[in-house]
């Protein structure tokens, strides 16, 4: 078996190379199964994709999988969104922590994984990715300061819904700025008194040229902005107060247009639950 397997370089590979916690990249996947495929697709993420396809890798550290149900769909915006078309689509969403300074070394074992699992019939073909992509983490504001949970725990932690912000900037020089004015001027004070206990800020980069020819590739390298909130309490409970006007907000500052809002709440992994809620 060790020498089907070259468990010999698993020590050698162990012994270099960035070991923290730090969130450096994430994967962002939302997906959106093809309509009567919702249960099949619920059970193959759930009973083996979760785990053949994403966490059993190396330096993919930690998961979460979150799910919109109709309601939540209905509470999106903009309508004309550049992520989803229309802008309900994508019901689940996946986020994943990749120890900083290893992307690459999870990317190269990705890729082969995954022709592994085409190649051997595990990928659910019934299924449309929305917003795929693996992104660079670039900032994290926090609501609380030094207390609570940090970002690295944030898919551990029993949040009560995500917020996922999609925010394009003019080019790639206003896109610095806009990170800077939202993690230091506007993200604190929003942050204030509300029901998100961070946001974690990630940048989008572009997929391997070998990727899977089912997952298109990444839009807005260079100038677009991926907001996760992270909330301690179901994203309903203080929309039209916290979230409902994010738009508005982001265009009077100057530095960018808000492309997607979508509220979600975390699946119960191995069950089925809220699959009949979708439509």
């Known amino acids: 078996m060790g020498e089907q397997t070259r468990s010999e370089v698993y020590a050698e590979l162990a012994s270099v190379g960035p070991y923290g916690v730090r969130p450096g990249h994430a994967l962002i996947t939302m997906v959106e199964p093809h309509p009567g495929h919702e249960f099949a697709y619920n059970r193959w993420y759930e009973d083996d994709h979760y785990y053949a396809g994403a966490m059993a890798m190396p330096w993919m550290y930690a998961g979460r999988r979150w799910v919109a149900t109709r309601d939540l769909q209905e509470l999106r915006y903009p309508e004309k969104s550049a992520v989803a078309q229309p802008v309900t689509a994508g019901c689940y969403i996946s986020t994943y922590w990749v120890t900083d300074g290893r992307y690459d070394d999870h990317m190269k074992w990705t890729v082969g994984i995954n022709k592994r699992l085409n190649r051997d019939g595990r990928v659910y073909q019934d299924r449309t990715h929305v917003f795929t992509s693996f992104q660079d983490h670039e900032a994290t504001v926090y609501r609380d300061g030094a207390a609570g949970p940090r970002d690295y725990h944030a898919l551990d932690h029993p949040y009560q819904g995500l917020v996922v912000e999609v925010v394009d900037a003019e ?4 896109r610095a700025e806009l990170l800077e004015w939202l993690r230091s001027k506007h993200l604190p004070g929003k942050l204030a008194g509300g029901p998100a206990a961070m946001v974690v800020i990630f940048r989008p980069t572009p997929l391997p040229g070998d990727k899977m020819t089912y997952v298109k590739q990444v839009e807005g390298v260079d100038t677009r902005l ?35 809002v979508a509220p979600f709440i975390p699946t119960v992994p191995g069950t089925d639950t809220y699959v009949d809620r979708l439509r």
């Open 226 to 260: 991926t907001l996760l909130w992270f909330l301690n309490e179901d994203p309903r409970e203080g929309w039209q107060d916290h979230f409902a006007g994010r738009d508005e907000e982001i265009a009077a500052s100057g530095l960018g247009k808000v492309e997607l």
């Open 171 to 174: 080019g790639a020089e206003q």
